[in-house]
């Protein structure tokens, strides 16, 4: 089956990033460690990567950048004391789409 | 040089009010007002990226509009007093509030906003705060506390003279509803529903409740006396963002899924685009289901890092005034 998504890395950089007409033509969806899933097989969101000078990753690519930094958080999130356990979650895995 | 006449074949109509109908290229001259008009098309409204917040945060609030916004304290490996203003372009730090904590509830305009209730920290988890602090757009001034001291909860107001403080968290989640006039807070009638973890929308006397704890849809409106059930949202989610005012509010983010983004007309909510970067307790401010901005917040529920990330939701198409300077 044709893949549905594409995975690349890029840096928000904020205004200008992800623009008004881009984003109503493409779905976004940002991931931890600046992984950005967008539309596979689709000439808006390959001329978005290209604008944002992102490096297109595979989706096991993708999902180890996603897992490091989610483990690096689960670490941190441990050795937190109880009281700050109660303000946020234990960050928990993210699975990325095929 | 060649005139609009030459390249399309016709004038410029001149027309004493808009048409009430047009269609995209559709170019006239409004005498009444004075204005060169162009329709560009059916109106898209979408989220679309701008200068990120100096502070990454969670579990902040916000007050003003998509243009001249205020986020102010949260949470970030410690208990946040930051406070940012939005120009419209960039984030500015100004002065601390007083008293550091997270999961305020704010309301009014960047120049104009009172803050209160929260999570002070420091104490056992429990703890609420009842703190209200009121800035002027240069400082905070502590005022006076809320009756019920409790964090998570929601808030509406034009200025910082007249604010509702609607639901929150003691524990557990409750249906208390306090109006501010400036000076003191006072009971109101309460909530259908108790929760916590809502948005809040609108004005001191004329608001919503959106959504809450549990992923719950239900919404409330207030009237300035009483809340009445009106229609849920789509999707029920909690730690979600709100903004506008009773007939043209806008709900968004929230668990789970969190980048949902819907639009309320004063009778329903429809689904619109999602959030680019999907999260929840994040900032909001905003006029309409039309103009918002979400800042800050974490991406997901247990996900990692809260994000300094903002997102204006904007319309572009529709009848558009074309600047002649």
């Not at chain 2, 609009?4 to 808009?18: P, T």
Request: a negative charge; proline letters at 4%.
């Amino acid at each position: 089956m044709a893949k549905t998504k594409q995975y690349c890395v890029a840096e928000n950089w904020g205004k200008g990033f992800i623009e008004h007409s881009e984003s109503s033509k493409i779905k976004f969806a940002g991931y931890p460690g600046n992984v950005w899933q967008i539309p596979a097989h689709n000439k808006n969101a390959n001329l978005w990567i290209n604008k944002v000078l992102g490096t297109v990753k595979t989706r096991d690519e993708a999902q180890a950048i996603v897992d490091g930094v989610v483990t690096a958080e689960q670490t941190a999130w441990d050795a937190l004391s109880d009281e700050e356990k109660t303000i946020r979650l234990r960050p928990s895995d993210i699975t990325l789409e095929e | 040089m060649a005139t609009y006449k030459d390249i399309h074949g016709s004038k410029i109509q001149n027309v004493s009010s808009d048409p009430p109908t047009s269609v995209a290229g559709d170019l006239w001259y409004n005498s009444t007002s004075g204005e060169l008009k162009v329709n560009l098309g059916t109106p898209v409204v979408a989220w679309s990226t701008v200068n990120s917040l100096n502070q990454a945060r969670t579990s902040t609030s916000g007050a003003g509009t998509a243009t001249a916004a205020i986020v102010v304290g949260g949470y970030s490996s410690t208990y946040l007093a930051d406070t940012e203003v939005w120009n419209g372009t960039n984030w500015t730090e100004v002065n601390n509030l007083n008293a550091a904590r997270n999961s305020t509830g704010s309301a009014g305009t960047s120049t104009s906003t009172l803050t209160f209730g929260g999570f002070p920290g420091g104490g056992p988890p429990t703890t609420q705060a009842g703190a209200t602090e009121l800035w002027n757009g240069t400082n905070w001034t502590e005022v006076n506390d809320l009756n019920t001291a409790r964090r998570t909860l929601a808030g509406a107001g034009a200025s910082n003279t007249a604010v509702i403080a609607m639901g929150g968290f003691l524990p557990p989640g409750t249906n208390v509803v306090e109006t501010w006039n400036g000076t003191n807070w006072t009971e109101v009638n309460d909530l259908n529903t108790p929760r916590y973890a809502a948005a809040g929308a609108g004005i001191q006397t004329a608001a919503l409740l959106i959504g809450g704890a549990g992923g719950t849809p239900l919404t409330e409106s207030w009237n300035g006396s009483n809340w009445t059930e009106v229609n849920d949202l789509n999707t029920g989610r909690e730690a979600l963002m709100g903004s506008g005012v009773q007939t043209s509010a806008l709900a968004y983010g929230g668990a789970t899924p969190a980048g949902v983004t819907e639009q309320w007309n004063g009778t329903n909510w429809t689904e619109a685009n999602d959030l680019n970067t999907a999260r929840l307790r994040a900032a909001s401010a905003g006029a309409t289901n039309t103009s918002a901005l979400a800042s800050g917040g974490v991406p997901a529920p247990g996900t990692p890092s809260d994000v300094a990330l903002v997102e204006q939701w904007s319309v572009s198409g529709g009848v558009s005034t074309i600047d002649l300077s």
